[in-house]
């Protein structure tokens, strides 16, 4: 999955199309996101021992992946991988990055 918890995204499609949020938690099996303040659904909720008066409560719910980009320096961007070789004292080591494909910096 190419969103990480803690990215800046911004929506692409939806009713929140245009809005921007932190990613809160993913959800790689079903390639879906949970981003602070985007997609509030309503649920009605009978009175319990944690919420004893009930009413009408609000939740973000999942989005997703495919309908938000990531934000890098305040510019959406599509994310790719390469790989990096980085050396150190006597050996060399190769690790998966994530890179914008706008400007080729490395997000990582």
Known sequence: ???KKGDTVRVIAGEDKGKEG????T???QNRVLVEDI???KRHAKPDQANPDGG????????????VLLV??????????????EK???????RKVRFSKKTGEVLD
């Open 27 to 29: 959800y790689p099996r």
């Open 88 to 94: 150190s004292k006597n050996q060399e080591t190769t």
């Open 39 to 41: 997609n509030v659904i």
């Open 72 to 85: 890098d320096k305040k510019t959406p961007t599509r994310v790719g991988y390469k790989t990096v070789t």
């Open 22 to 25: 932190n990613v809160i938690k």
């Open 1 to 3: 999955m190419k969103i």
């Open 56 to 67: 009408i409560l609000e939740y973000e719910a999942p989005i997703d992946a495919s309908n």
